[in-house]
């Protein structure tokens, strides 16, 4: 009965790593944000604590227990529509977590004695070695990436903002990719490990551009991406309280963006003009250099001053608010070398980025996917755009994530100037919009039930706007 015993005690360990892990994933592998900043803090009970009450009162019986304890771990990861993704840190976790658990149940089995602990000590010892086993791994693989880079040697750009920096990263490529051979981080890779694996695994042997977006999460994240790049030319876009749950002020903010600036080999660094930097490496930029802005559901037009004379361009790209982004894009091509003729040529060509104010027609229905847009400026700028259109509008947002519940509040106010119908997904702002919204709103349980929901109260005609996106588990 010991060796039943034991192996159930081995199972529900793992049980219990595989949510621990599951939300380590989700949340960037920040243990500080899954216990002050998680969304739904509540879950830690029924799925960590309550199973660790329950192995204690049943003892020996303990696989009833698992049983029922991973089924239910086993639906309610089906319904967040989002699982654990088995990569080498997850396998090295659970390799680490077995082998600890092993070790203890052996020990308890050789009449050494357990404690209450045999159940959180396995735990902890593989979180803190898995900790350390990850830290030490990437600092050889940061030496594997500055020692590539040294050989392909190639002209870096880096890029951030708080709003932006993936469409500005996405712009400069497709402006300077027929004059150089260019390559770019993929999606929003933009974490110092997600840097380094793209250098290590992907970035060509023959790059004379690269292009990288780095995003922070917390001060000093940016300036280990810095020290890794030493780039030579910088793009901070605009900046404003994304985040801000994290980095409980905008000044804090500002300065982690500001790190961008810490590389020894900057040459030219265009900063958004709502920061004031005195360096002579630092060009500002903003929309005062913008004028006869024009936007429509085909796209938008504009003037942008260059070296003292106003350029025309024209874009199909949807937003108004995209005119400083590709304005962005285009100053830092002409530095490069690219003439401002081509530049027109190749604006006018511009692809949008995907999930970013992304038209789709379907069915008589015009469709905009702005999932990717979680600020309240862009949101709010994208309801002003959808305002053109002439027919039934439907919003279909989770509100505005890691942000305060001012910034929700604003949120409904423009929704109900704008659309006819809302649909609020996900729980961790629903109670704001149940109180500020004044439009007909329809609160969803589940993400899946949205494509039934969307055919029963749309028709052809109507315009339905995806606006930012959560994970199920939010």
Request: one cysteine or more.
């Amino acid at each position: 009965m010991i060796f039943l015993h034991l192996l159930g005690h081995l199972v529900l360990v793992l049980l219990l790593g595989y949510y621990l892990i599951l939300n380590l994933q989700w949340y960037n592998y920040k243990l500080d944000r899954i216990l002050l900043h998680h969304h739904a803090p509540w879950l830690h009970i029924p799925f960590f604590l309550l199973p660790i009450f329950a192995y204690l009162a049943l003892g020996e019986w303990v696989w009833v227990w698992d049983l029922l304890f991973g089924a239910i771990l086993w639906w309610w990861v089906k319904r967040q529509g989002r699982g654990l993704v088995f990569t080498g840190r997850v396998k090295r976790f659970f390799a680490i977590l077995f082998l600890a658990t092993l070790t203890i149940d052996t020990l308890c089995l050789l009449h050494f004695g357990c404690s209450h602990l045999s159940t959180i000590a396995p735990l902890a010892i593989a979180l803190a070695l898995s900790f350390l086993l990850e830290r030490l791994l990437l600092e050889g693989y940061k030496r594997e990436a500055l020692k590539r880079l040294a050989q392909i040697d190639p002209t870096i750009v880096a890029i951030t903002a708080s709003y932006g920096k993936t469409s500005i990263k996405n712009f400069l490529y497709q402006l300077v990719r027929e004059d150089f051979r260019a390559y770019k981080t993929p999606r929003s890779v933009n974490t110092l490990a997600g840097i380094v694996q793209d250098i290590n695994t992907a970035l060509p042997a023959n790059t004379q551009l690269y292009i990288v977006e780095a995003g922070a999460r917390e001060p000093g994240d940016i300036a280990q991406i810095a020290s890794l790049l030493r780039h030579h030319y910088a793009i901070i876009g605009k900046i404003g309280p994304q985040h801000l749950e994290y980095f409980k002020s905008l000044e804090r903010i500002v300065a982690t963006k500001l790190e961008l600036l810490e590389s020894d080999r900057l040459k030219m660094a265009l900063v958004w003009d709502g920061i004031k930097v005195d360096r002579p490496e630092v060009r500002p930029f903003g929309m005062a250099s913008i004028r006869n802005l024009h936007e429509d559901l085909e796209g938008i037009t504009f003037e942008l001053e260059i070296d003292g004379r106003w350029y025309p361009f024209q874009a199909p790209i949807l937003g108004g608010f995209n005119a400083l982004n590709i304005a962005a894009a285009i100053l830092m091509a002409k530095e490069l070398g690219v003439a401002i003729e081509r530049l027109q040529q190749r604006v006018a060509r511009l692809q949008g980025v995907p999930h970013r104010l992304q038209p789709i027609r379907a069915g008589g229905k015009l469709i905009i996917d702005d999932s990717f847009n979680g600020n309240l400026e862009g949101m709010v700028a994208s309801y002003r755009l959808v305002r053109l259109h002439p027919g039934r509008k439907i919003v279909v947002t989770p509100g505005i994530m890691e942000s305060g519940e001012e910034a929700n509040k604003k949120l409904a106010q423009a929704i109900n100037e704008v659309f006819d119908l809302a649909i609020i997904t996900g729980r961790v702002n629903r109670k704001i919009f149940q109180r500020e919204l004044t439009i007909p709103a329809i609160f969803l349980e589940e993400k899946g039930e949205l494509e039934k929901l969307l055919a029963q109260k749309s028709a052809p005609g109507d315009l339905i706007l995806f606006s930012n996106d959560a994970p199920g588990y939010l």
